[in-house]
Structures are given as structure tokens and as C-alpha cells.
């Protein structure tokens, strides 16, 4: 499919629905009249229609009609029930994205109950700021020019790596939750940052750049964490001081731990 008459269809116009409506169309890779979306508020659906000038409607069947390429953005407690409406309309022209956290691929191809051409995305919150880190796997009946097609779509608001499904999990405990466990960071830096004189405002200004620049110096330089930490620690220094009181605090482990309770608990979903 060409860009020029790449559309798309969204199921669920939530907040993550919304992210990508604006990085494709801000991009320059679909036109706002070629996305369609349903969703069961109308609220919503008018909010898209005026603020992003998105084609709406309230029936799902309709999105199916119009379009090939879908985005299923719904919670995944619902997309069971969502994926049986749908079956009878699916045809084999049919790309199906879905976003839903911790569904699998093979439960969407048995929902359908036909050959199904099925995408898995993971992405995250950041999303909303064109910074997210997606995942994408591909089902059993999707195509390597359906995975190509999908990456595209997800570059428009992030960095997207491909994996194997069984990946996923892993995937969901490190970059899906992993905004949740930076945030505390961010906060503790901020809250100390208040303790030692500086305004909330400038404490939490500083510390989120610090750690926006701190990643974006790892991605663009291909410098290892390590090799940053030690271009700014100096014998006897403040930075050094600060490492050696995180290492006490436990900081590594806990953050490891985070990450690996967050894994196993999505494979327990």
C-alpha cells in the first residue's frame, strides 16, 4: 500500500488512539479525512472529529467497511467480546494491529476463527509525546510487509524494535511499565532538589530534562550507561559520592526488581 492511499481505521479513540492519530497525521503519513474511528463515547468521538478533523462513527462495523488497515485500541478486558462482533466482516484484505496489553496474537486468530493477518503492538504512555518505545511481533498469517507497514505506523511516535512474541512479556515489564518506575526517580530527584533550596518548579524542570538528556545522550552517542557515569564522576567528586550512596541505597537491585515483578506478573495475565 502507498503512502498516498495509506488509511486507517481505529476501534477505541482513547488516549493511546489519540497519540497515534497525531504522529501519523503530524508526520505527513495520513491525511486526518483518512482515518476513521469508532468508539462508544460520542463525547470522544466528537472531540477527535473537531480537534484532529478524524471521520467518526459509533458503529465498528463501519470502520471494517472503509477500511483495511485497523488499530484495535480497547482495553483488553472487552476485546473478546469486540473481535466476535467483527469476525463476520474480516476479510482476507484485513490488517489487524492491536494494542491491547497482554493479549496474544493467537487468541486474536482464534476470536476471528479465520486466517487472520494480526500484528501485536506494545507501546507505551510516551506516546502522547511521540517518544514512546513500541514492541511489534507479528501473528501466524501477517506478512513481513504487514509487520514493515505496522513499524511505520508506530515510528510516527517513537522508536519501535521488532521481537518474537515470547518476548512480549518482557517487553511489557521494561518499557511498557517502565515509565511508572522512572517517575518516582523524577520525583525523588525533584523532592531533593526542594530539600537542599530550589523551587518545585525548577527542581522538577531540572530533573526531568536530566533524565530526557540523560537517555537521548545513551541513544544518539551509542555510549554504554556506564561509560556516560564515568565521564561525569571525577576522584573524590560530587557525582561519585551520589553513585556510591545509590549503590548503598540498593537502586539497582530495586530497579532489576521492578522490572522482573512486572514481567512476571504480565505473564501471569
Do not use: W
Amino acid at each position: 500500500m502507498s503512502e498516498e492511499r495509506l488509511s486507517l481505521g481505529f476501534i477505541g479513540g482513547g488516549r493511546i488512539a489519540e497519540a497515534i492519530i497525531r504522529g501519523v497525521t503530524g508526520k505527513g503519513l495520513i491525511s486526518p479525512g483518512a482515518i476513521l474511528v469508532s468508539d462508544i463515547s460520542e463525547s470522544r468521538l466528537e472531540y477527535l472529529r473537531t480537534a484532529l478533523g478524524t471521520e467518526v462513527t459509533d458503529d465498528n462495523l463501519k470502520v471494517l467497511e472503509a477500511r483495511e488497515t485497523l488499530i484495535i485500541a480497547v482495553k483488553p478486558q472487552v476485546i473478546d467480546d469486540l473481535l466476535v462482533e467483527i469476525s463476520p466482516m474480516v476479510r482476507d484484505e484485513h490488517l489487524i494491529i492491536s494494542v491491547a496489553a497482554g493479549v496474544k496474537t493467537a487468541r486474536i486468530e482464534s476470536d476471528i476463527g479465520k486466517y487472520a493477518r494480526v500484528v501485536r503492538v506494545m507501546p507505551n504512555i510516551a506516546a502522547i509525546v511521540g517518544e514512546a518505545a513500541s514492541a511489534i511481533c507479528k501473528g501466524s498469517y501477517s506478512t513481513y510487509e504487514d509487520l514493515e507497514l505496522t513499524k511505520k505506523i508506530f515510528e510516527a511516535v517513537g522508536r519501535v524494535v521488532i521481537v518474537d512474541e515470547e518476548k512480549m512479556d518482557a517487553v511489557t515489564g521494561l518499557s511498557g511499565s517502565g515509565p511508572g518506575f522512572i517517575m518516582p526517580i523524577i520525583e525523588a530527584l525533584a523532592d531533593a532538589g526542594v530539600h537542599e533550596g530550589l523551587d518545585r518548579e525548577t527542581a522538577l524542570l531540572l530533573a526531568s530534562q536530566t533524565v530526557l538528556g540523560a537517555g537521548k545522550l545513551v541513544l544518539e552517542t551509542g555510549m554504554h550507561p556506564a561509560a556516560v557515569k564515568d565521564m561525569v564522576t571525577s576522584p573524590g567528586g560530587t557525582t561519585i559520592e551520589g553513585i556510591k550512596a545509590l549503590e548503598e541505597g540498593g537502586v539497582r537491585d530495586a530497579v532489576m526488581e521492578a522490572v522482573i515483578r512486572a514481567v512476571e506478573r504480565s505473564r501471569e495475565l
